[in-house]
């Protein structure tokens, strides 16, 4: 499996962004896909998460309403799509998959964690400039 993160770049406060992680290597039914941040000097967080073939969401308290995941089965690509930029947002972004899920990593809240993602990206850096 690869993970391939791209979009990222300079922009400012108030702008928008869309970023995309193509995916390769074999078919991600059932799998659940998620994208991370991290910011200089601090740890990795979670942002968003799908279920690939649901597409059931989750979006962490810090972007929800201003950022957006979906998928593109035909194409193999997960988006998150980031409007309202802040400054706070500047980060290298990781999209990861998790190749067993399981059935609670919505409501136990578990999508977060970085340690459940079997594989990852190389990420992709978000400079957001105020």
């Known amino acids: 499996v690869q993970l391939q993160a791209s979009g990222g770049g300079p922009v400012q406060a108030g702008g928008s962004l869309r970023l995309s992680c193509a995916a390769s290597?074999?078919?991600?039914?059932?799998?659940?896909m998620g994208w991370f941040r991290q910011a200089p000097g601090k740890e990795r967080e979670p942002v968003a998460a799908?279920?690939?073939?649901?597409?059931?969401?989750a979006l962490s308290n810090s972007v929800e309403g201003r950022f957006t995941i979906s998928r593109d089965k035909a194409k193999n690509t997960m988006y998150l799509q980031m409007n309202s930029l802040k400054s706070e947002d500047t980060a290298v972004y990781y999209c990861?998959?998790?190749?067993?899920?399981?059935?609670?990593?919505?409501?136990?809240?578990?999508?977060?964690?970085?340690?459940?993602?079997?594989?990852w990206g190389q990420g992709t850096e978000v400079t957001v400039s105020s």
């Open positions: 799908i279920g690939w073939s649901s597409g059931i969401a």
């Open positions: 990861a998959a998790d190749r067993s899920p399981g059935g609670s990593w919505l409501t136990g809240a578990t999508w977060g964690r970085p340690d459940r993602y079997d594989y």
């Open positions: 290597g074999r078919a991600f039914s059932g799998y659940l």
